[in-house]
């Protein structure tokens, strides 16, 4: 796939998290469970990601394959997923959704900056640059600015 069509679908990708935000944090102020939004959430996604496995998959999956993956591997993404969903869905209602997904994608740079750098969770090692650390304050700046009055 060329560059420009994966960074199309990252970008895209982002603007459907937003969507998804702003619509799970609805559920969670009438039902003034935020928690029962992430379930629901949770929910929607195990069952349409098997239907897209069942129709749009590739092969078979082999139990020799399942077997092999770490106990810990089927579920501690989808805890992690949970507590940083909820705090999104907690935190929209009285920050906003702009400063909530400014700080949340600050949060991931950040991370993804210092994760790449050390190899943390089996990543690709990236060094850290100075074209880097600029982007780092360039975010910064922004989300200074985004959220300023």
């Known amino acids: 796939m060329k560059l420009f069509s994966l960074y199309t679908l990252a970008f895209t990708g982002g603007i459907f998290l937003a969507i ?3 619509f799970n944090t ?10 029962l939004a992430v379930v629901s959430s949770s929910m929607t996604s195990a069952i349409l990601g ?3 496995i069942l129709f749009l998959g590739k092969g ?11 106990l810990h591997l089927w ?10 969903i909820s705090f999104y869905f907690y935190t929209i209602p009285k920050l906003g959704i702009s400063k909530m997904i400014t700080l949340g994608l600050c949060g991931q740079l950040i991370f ?15 060094p ?9 304050c360039c ?8 959220n300023s009055k």
């Not at 975010?139 to 200074?144: D, F, G, W």
């Open 20 to 22: 998804q935000a702003g």
């Open 60 to 70: 078979t999956i082999s139990m020799d394959a399942i077997q092999q993956v770490p």
């Open 75 to 84: 579920f501690l993404g989808g805890a992690f997923s949970m507590v940083g």
């Open 26 to 35: 609805q559920l969670g102020f009438f039902t003034k469970q935020p928690i």
């Open 139 to 146: 975010m910064i700046a922004s989300i200074i600015l985004i």
């Open 50 to 52: 098997s239907i897209f």
């Open 128 to 136: 850290i640059t100075i074209k880097r650390l600029i982007g780092i």
């Open 112 to 126: 993804a900056v210092i994760a790449g750098k050390y190899g943390w969770l089996n990543l690709p090692v990236e």
